[in-house]
């Protein structure tokens, strides 16, 4: 994966790393409050300002070099 792909989530990744259903995830996509990029059909969602929102709400961004997971909702 090259740089300029490292830098979005994608949908499938929100959902993995929040533990929700599908369904939500999509569904946060389409939040006011919620940071996305839409290319063409393709939503993902830029990693930093997930990161950000993500310690606002009490997550954990993982340690470098360890798969990205949300340690605690």
């Known amino acids: 994966m090259n740089n300029e792909n490292n830098r979005y989530l994608t949908v499938k ?3 993995v790393y929040l533990n ?3 369904a939500t995830a999509y ?3 389409h939040r ?3 940071p996305v990029c839409r290319f063409g059909a393709n939503i993902r969602v830029p990693r930093d300002a997930f990161w950000r929102g993500s310690q606002n709400a009490h997550l954990s961004r993982p340690a470098s070099g360890h798969r990205e997971e949300v340690l605690r909702l």
């Open 32 to 34: 006011s409050d919620f």
């Open 20 to 22: 929700v259903s599908s």
């Open 27 to 29: 569904e946060l996509t």
């Open 13 to 15: 990744e929100v959902k």
